[in-house]
């Protein structure tokens, strides 16, 4: 959820550096139909239409989802931002392959939120992870809307995603 706060600061910051909404449309965005594959497979694993599957399944699934993601942003390296977008994902995926599949989540950062891993999430309860930085160890404010954890890669990723709307807007993204 953090990085769903990117698009609002994303437009907010297009609109106070002169940027224009109807900019954004003028993006040409290559491997669109990838990126929506590879989230319908995410909305899907991280819902009630897994339940059953195999956690082996799931897992890998979810790496080679987060794998298409990677290669639908370095299609659109050109853009501002997303070479940003380009290492948080990478951060995120490094983070999940090295503990089998699955993003480990500090129970410090869970504990602060008052959240528990099990049912569909990505995440599990880890102490002590593999590449421990790079996986989910912060905690937003609980009285933020969707208040979550999230990790270095999802701070690089939002960042991306808020430059390259707002380049967008403005019409400074390398088309």
Do not use: K
């Not at 954890?149 to 690089?156: A, K």
Request: net charge neutral; charged share 10%.
């Amino acid at each position: 959820m953090f990085i769903l706060y990117a698009i609002p600061i994303g437009v907010l910051g297009g609109f106070l550096a002169g940027g224009r909404l109807e900019h954004l449309a003028a993006v040409r965005f290559r491997l669109a139909p990838v990126a929506m594959i590879a989230l319908v497979i995410q909305l899907a694993l991280f819902s009630a239409l897994a339940d059953g599957l195999p956690t082996e399944l799931v897992r890998g699934t979810y790496v080679l989802s987060t794998a298409l993601v990677i290669v639908v942003v370095l299609a659109n390296i050109r853009l501002t931002g997303v070479p940003l977008i380009v290492l948080g994902a990478a951060c995120n995926l490094a983070a999940v392959m090295a503990n089998g599949g699955a993003m480990p989540a500090s129970p410090a950062a869970l504990d602060a939120l008052g959240l528990g891993v099990g049912g569909h999430t990505s995440s599990i309860a880890v102490a002590h992870p593999a590449l421990e930085p790079l996986t989910d160890v912060f905690a937003m404010p609980d009285w933020m809307p969707l208040a979550n954890i999230f990790s270095v890669g999802d701070i690089l990723i939002g960042l991306g995603v808020a430059l390259a709307i707002a380049a967008a807007m403005r019409g400074t993204s390398r088309a």
